[in-house]
């Protein structure tokens, strides 16, 4: 698996084959997915352009962030871009 990050190479057979998976509207991504693989080869599919924020975060939470990200060897942005994105799926947006 490439590194986490948005400096990850992506493996072409990655690519081809999530392009394969958008092709056919009856095939989902498995759940057991890589989500920030996934998130990594759509970015590079749709050459999504980001945003930079700063954000404060109260101290616990930051140190409950940085021991999960520290314990899985992850990148705290794409952590940080999964829960927001999921929290704000979960509102409707």
Do not use: W
């Not at 590194?3 to 991504?29: C, F, M, T, W």
């Not at 140190?63 to 829960?83: D, G, I, N, Q, T």
């Amino acid at each position: 698996m490439p590194p986490l990050g948005a400096e990850a190479a992506i493996a072409p057979e990655h690519i081809s084959a999530n392009v394969q998976l958008r092709k056919s509207e009856d095939v989902e991504l498995d759940k057991t997915t890589d989500v920030q693989l996934r998130n990594d080869i759509n970015a590079h599919l749709h050459k999504v352009a980001e945003v930079r924020k700063h954000i404060v975060l109260p101290e616990p939470l930051a140190e409950r962030l940085r021991v999960f990200c520290f314990e899985r060897r992850a990148k705290e942005a794409p952590v940080v871009r999964e829960a927001l994105d999921a929290y704000l799926t979960r509102h409707g947006y």
